[in-house]
């Protein structure tokens, strides 16, 4: 791995921060970026300036890249954010475009710029962070969870285009992780009295899952696994949670995942408390 060159963006903190470190651990020359770059001594990787919505902050970045390194085998397309639990009512048009803007839109970004310099080379690996969230519905986290199926739409469909030229897309699927994803994340800015009290109670519930949830690096030996593998895979799940899920969705009739969602997220019975003052 030694000759092998790695940006991974969103790497300043949890899976992404993981994800490098493990790459460059691994061997990789890793670079990881964010808007805002603070580098330690202790880091195994160099950061460096880049904003997944901005084409001509990510332009920047790999010609900086190229002209070090002369080239570019692997992109970990990590930077997101999420919108704490709220109804999808409750997040205005300019809301779900910011979201949309970094989740799907900065990978579409990131991939318009490497896929050439990867072409020239004929080879390289374009890994997605995506989430469970992307093949299953997130009642109360809508925006994020479509933000996810997109990436995974465009991932599957990029891979059979990029196949014959010696590129291959692959999309990591965690579940909860152990990050201070929602701590970061912003809330709903149109608040409704009548999503009141499912939004404080889906609240905890994430709060909860978060903190019981996997280590990020657990997400990134599965990055890893996807970036070494001979002949990868479309998806990988991430952590127990997430194969289970995976599996659910893929064999299980529609109507036991539905009242499985509901059932775990106690929907219903938030439905009849609102109800009821």
């Known amino acids: 791995m030694k000759d092998k060159v790695a940006i991974v963006t969103g790497a300043s903190s ?22 805002r770059v603070v580098q330690t001594t202790q880091s195994s990787y160099k950061m460096i ?27 970990v397309n990590n930077a997101g954010f999420g919108v704490s639990p709220g109804g999808a009512e409750e997040s205005s048009i300019e809301q779900t475009k910011m979201i949309f803007d970094t989740n799907f839109f900065g990978i579409v970004r990131m991939t318009r710029a490497v896929v050439p310099y990867m072409r020239k080379q004929g080879e390289g690996r374009i890994i997605n962070i995506g989430s ?3 093949l299953i519905p997130a009642p109360y986290m809508a925006t994020y969870a479509a933000t996810k199926h997109a990436v995974e739409g465009f991932s599957e469909s990029l891979d ?35 999503y009141n009290i499912a939004r404080k109670a889906l609240s905890k519930i994430t709060k909860a899952a978060i903190a019981a949830g996997d280590d990020p690096k657990v997400v990134a030996s599965v990055v890893l696994k996807a970036a070494n593998a001979k002949h990868p895979k479309l998806r990988y799940a991430a952590g127990k949670l ?36």
């Open 14 to 35: 949890g899976i992404g921060a993981a994800t490098a470190e493990l790459l460059a651990n691994s061997g990789y020359k890793v670079y990881g970026t964010s808007r």
């Open 160 to 194: 059979h285009e990029l196949r014959t030229r010696g590129i291959r897309v692959s999309v990591v699927e965690p579940g909860y992780t152990n990050t201070q994803f929602e701590a970061n994340a912003p809330e709903v800015d149109v608040k409704l009295d009548e």
């Open 132 to 134: 469970i969230l992307g």
């Open 49 to 75: 300036v880049l904003d997944v919505n901005s084409e001509e902050s990510i332009e920047v970045a790999l010609k900086e890249v190229i002209k070090i390194e002369g080239r570019i085998d692997l992109v």
């Open 242 to 277: 997430a194969c289970r899920l995976s599996l659910l969705r893929r064999f299980a009739p529609a109507a036991l995942v539905d009242s499985g969602i509901r059932k775990e997220m106690k929907l219903d019975s938030l439905a009849q408390i609102a109800s009821q003052l």
